[in-house]
C-alpha cells in the first residue's frame, strides 16, 4: 500500500517558483503532523517545513520566508509552495510525518538554475 506520494518537481530557474504536491494515505495524515524534506547530492536529509493538524507551520532558517508549507485535509494532501528559488534549494523532496514514521516514497527532484 503506497503512503506517500510526491509531484510537481521540475527545472527553473534562480528566482523561479515550484509547488510540490504530496498525497498521503488518510492513516497517516490524519494523526500526524506532515513535513517535507531534502536531500541535496552528497548531503543528508534535512527538515525543511513541517505543519500541524491545526495548521500550526515552521520553517528551516534556509527557507523562512520563501517557502510556503500547506495542507489539505479533505484531500489528503500537503503541499509545499516554493517563491525566489536558489540553485542550493536544488535536492530530492520528500514528504514524510514529523516523526519520520512513514514509508520514504520516491521523492520529487527540483533543480534550480543559475
Known amino acids: 500500500q503506497v503512503q506517500l506520494v510526491e509531484s510537481g518537481g521540475g527545472l527553473v530557474q534562480s528566482g523561479g517558483s515550484l509547488r510540490l504536491s504530496c498525497a498521503a494515505s488518510?492513516?497517516?495524515?490524519?494523526?500526524?503532523?506532515m513535513a517535507w524534506y531534502r536531500q541535496a547530492p552528497g548531503k543528508q536529509r534535512e527538515l525543511v517545513a513541517y505543519i500541524k493538524n491545526g495548521g500550526n507551520t515552521d520553517y528551516a532558517d534556509s527557507v523562512k520566508g520563501r517557502f510556503t508549507i500547506s495542507r489539505d485535509n479533505a484531500k489528503n494532501t500537503v503541499y509545499l509552495q516554493m517563491n525566489s528559488l536558489k540553485p542550493e534549494d536544488t535536492a530530492v523532496y520528500y514528504c514524510?510525518?514529523?516523526?519520520?514514521?512513514?514509508?520514504w516514497g520516491q521523492g520529487t527532484q527540483v533543480t534550480v538554475s543559475s
Open positions: 488518510e492513516s497517516i495524515f490524519s494523526v500526524y503532523y
Open positions: 514524510n510525518t514529523l516523526a519520520r514514521n512513514a514509508r
